[in-house]
């Protein structure tokens, strides 16, 4: 299958003072009102279900079919608010894509799904997603692709590369793991090679399924504001029929899509920035981007990611994090012209983390904003949410190096200052060392509507050391603890990186 559902490293890396004092009402925080319904009534049960229904988007047409989800670990949890304790009432997964959990009292539920808790008082459970390209197999063993063709524009410094395949879904960047890259003025590719199973999704390239291989040259520009920009300029594509560690030649002429467009945005930059010390008082700003391309309609409430490759402009002039006006910013479209055109404007910024004396971990987390791009040209690209306020590890500040917490700890935090939240999620990272470096394994992930989460057993473990991203999602009428893989237009979310804390 192209992707899990529920894969264990997902997305998306306590002795002591411990929470089993703590109500859902204190760990909310003062703003938010008490949530009743955590309050277990045992005279009352009910069935917990789920159904996961996958819709693949591509051009030879679409499917909808279940997730398997028989080998997925389900189990409903409820947490007493006076003694702190979970109860865990196994569940089932079917191939048909359902769960089932029997005889769960009333009140809200932690649903652990394989690594994956949503936190809800919800009963039925989305579990379903919708993907761009059709259903296919990842390649993972060596693959090399070896291109000839002839009709580039003359090759500039600063232009790229840009592999997809629009039926399978496939996409990546191809000069970073790329030799024989054309030189300064080559109209002419000759002998470039590269590894696909290392392009960022490596979907098997099968013309008997409708698929086309395509490489586009993303073409250096500067707007007449003098803002550099790339954008998508020439293509080839071809026919091509991969098979898994096996080499496949690609020979063909890039051409000019005769379809054109333009693209402006006024970037506030520094409101991105404004938040870098909410995100972690000790991060440091990496990077700032704004891509632009297009999707099938029918993904403008699509239930998985929206934007991404092919792009049609990828904007990152510089290293500064100043305003910009950008002015028109022209490219050619080689994707169909129904499609929905969607931006997205990103800051990076990353925290090290260090276990001991090993050589720290460079954690990466953004600020993101995804919208139609009509919305981007419209009004300044600014933030649409904040980070989370003042977050808790129990009642300490969790930007703190914390010890004693217990195993059972709470997370907890104020609202955004930006914007609103509609939901929160929040991933448990583990710290180890391997050769001398501290490395960094993702052990858990919780969806809520919260401003807190209780961690439920084995989650943290005795002599460990950990740490928390928290991130406000901002999506208008959805709930991601009740359909996690929803995916909806306008989207946007921010993180917070804590401190490290061990029990």
Excluded at 100 to 111: D, F, K, Q, T
Excluded at 192 to 203: G, I, M, R, W
Excluded at 403 to 416: F, I, N, Q
Aim: proline share 7%.
């Amino acid at each position: 299958m192209k992707m899990s559902l529920i894969p264990i490293g997902l997305l998306v890396g306590m002795a002591g003072v411990g929470c089993a004092g703590l109500d859902e009402a204190e760990a909310m925080g003062s703003e938010a009102s008490p949530d009743e319904s955590a309050q277990v009534d045992q005279g009352l049960t009910t069935q917990v279900t789920g159904t996961s229904p996958q819709t693949f988007i591509a051009t030879s047409g679409n499917v909808t079919k279940p997730f398997d989800q028989s080998t997925t670990s389900v189990v409903a949890y409820t947490r007493d608010s006076t003694t702190g304790a979970f109860t865990a009432y196994p569940g089932t997964g079917a191939a048909d894509g359902t769960i089932s959990v029997p005889n769960v009292p009333s009140g809200r539920i932690y649903l652990k799904l394989g690594s994956r808790y949503l936190v809800s008082t919800g009963r039925t459970f989305d579990l379903g997603s919708t993907q761009w390209g059709r259903d296919g197999t990842l390649v993972s063993l060596p693959t090399p692709v070896s291109v000839s063709a002839t009709g580039l524009s003359p090759w500039q410094t600063g232009d790229f590369l840009d592999m997809y395949s629009v039926n399978a879904g496939a996409f990546g960047y191809v000069d970073p793991i790329a030799t024989g890259r054309p030189l300064a003025g080559a109209t002419s590719l000759s002998g470039l090679s590269f590894d696909y199973a290392n392009v960022n999704n490596p979907l098997r390239v099968q013309s008997s399924l409708g698929d086309v291989f395509s490489l586009a040259q993303m073409r250096y520009q500067t707007t007449t504001n003098g803002v550099p920009y790339r954008a998508m300029h020439k293509v080839l594509d071809a026919n091509v029929t991969q098979v898994a560690g096996q080499p496949v030649t690609v020979n063909g002429t890039f051409t000019q899509p005769a379809a054109t467009g333009t693209f402006a945005v006024d970037w506030r930059r520094s409101a991105f920035e404004a938040l870098r010390t909410q995100v972690n008082p000790d991060a440091v700003s990496t990077h700032n981007e704004i891509w632009m391309s297009a999707r099938p309609a029918a993904l403008s409430s699509a239930l998985a990611s929206i934007s991404g490759p092919p792009l049609l402009i990828k904007l990152n002039p510089d290293a500064l994090k100043t305003d910009i006006v950008t002015g028109s910013m022209a490219y050619n479209n080689p994707l169909p012209a129904t499609w929905q055109k969607v931006a997205f404007a990103v800051a990076g910024f990353t925290k090290s983390y260090a276990l001991g004396t090993a050589t720290p971990y460079i954690m990466s987390t953004d600020i993101r904003v995804e919208q139609e791009a009509s919305a981007f040209t419209a009004g300044p690209v600014e933030p649409l949410v904040g980070p989370v306020q003042a977050p808790l590890v129990n009642t300490r500040g969790a930007f703190q190096t914390l010890t004693g917490v217990g195993t059972d700890a709470s997370l907890r935090w104020s609202k955004p200052l930006i914007g609103t939240a509609t939901n929160y999620v929040v991933n448990i990272f583990r710290l180890g060392t391997s050769n001398g470096a501290t490395t960094v394994t993702r052990v858990t992930t919780l969806h809520t509507d919260l401003q807190s989460v209780y961690l439920p057993p084995d989650v943290l473990q005795a002599g460990q050391t950990y740490f928390a991203e928290i991130q406000s999602w901002y999506q208008p009428g959805s709930d991601l603890a009740l359909s996690p893989f929803k995916r909806a237009l306008p989207r946007a979310r921010a993180s917070v990186l804590t401190g490290t804390f061990s029990p």
